[in-house]
């Protein structure tokens, strides 16, 4: 399907609304009926038809459909945030004594539930370096049910081989789910190489405007059904209307987005490759990354997200570079229109500071919609501040 197509009419039923172009804003929590007959009907299956917005809601409706076919997908579901669509897509899939395989360092709220939740529930987690598939065979045992990939990490950008986890779970009868936050569907396309469920947080490049949060899971019909009638109606966090529209607003312009960000932060990631002050630079794009070579086969692009490395012995360094520059704001999240940065050190004590561990000097860094020539101005003098 065209990616023009889904972005602009897909889902979209103009003539049932004035031919308005875009799409109203269904803000109702319930639907009236006329016959008994109709209302039993959808007691049957909530999902078939319009009854309460906790579950299906006609502008959400739209949404589904768009981002189901972004990820070539036959349904989706959408959470009111990323960490919900983790959530529900998990706990559906895992019953008392199950083991999970992960890749080590998940997204946070993925790695709270596997430590702090799932545990009372008897569900054990085992973390792995997930870039070796061998490691995902060696960990799995009979009890196994379950494998979680996030490729690329948010913050090492670690890729796993998901065609090959994908044919190795399928052998033993696991459930893949996959984190595509980082690439989005327009970039990396897990279902169509064999994940069960993929998962993105919306609130970043679907969004796009930093002014909403949103979740996305992807997979079968038969999945996202099971999903629908336990989870998702259950902890009740499916997206709001308003929200909804929001996001359909944001993915008229995704792949323009796209587009420039990722030709910014090539120029961007070229310019603190050289810098004096910069010892390495981690993105899955750029020649020197050790998986470069299958970052090339499975993705056809990368987002705004980089890490560097500061060349520096002192924490406060680190922070004098973050504190000084102009434009680029120091904030958590990503996939909106403005450039951020986020050092790894406000993570640790200042007495744990070690610059021998090289983490410790990592600074994320995304790059938004500005000129690129702009944002290569601020990190310049602000590296120039640094020492
Ligand atoms: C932000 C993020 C999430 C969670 O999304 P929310 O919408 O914030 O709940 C999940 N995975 C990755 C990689 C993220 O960056």
Redesign the pocket.
Known sequence: MDLSYILNELGEERENYFNAISPPIMQTSNFAFKKVDDLRKAFEDEMAGYLYSRGINPTVDILRKKLAALDGAEDCLVFN????A?FAGILANVKAGDHIVSVKAP?T??QRMFDSILPRFNVSTTYIDGTDTANWKRTTKDNTTFYYL?SPN?WDFALQDIKAIAALARSKNIVTMI?N??CTPVYQRPIEMGMDMA?Q????YIGGHSDT???VLSGSHAMIKKIFDSEYLNIGSGIQPFNAWLLIRGLRTLSARLDRISRSTRQVVQFMKQHPGVESVIFPLDESFPQYALAQQQMTGACGLFTFVLKTTKMESVARFCESLQHIMMAV??GGHESLVMPKCSGIQPKDFDPGNREHRFVRMYVGLEDPEYLVADLEQALAKMS
Not at 81 to 84: D, E
């Open positions: 945030s990323g960490a919900a983790i997204y709220w993925a996030e948010s984190d936050s980082y998962m947080t919306a609130t970043k949060l949103g979740g999240s990503w």
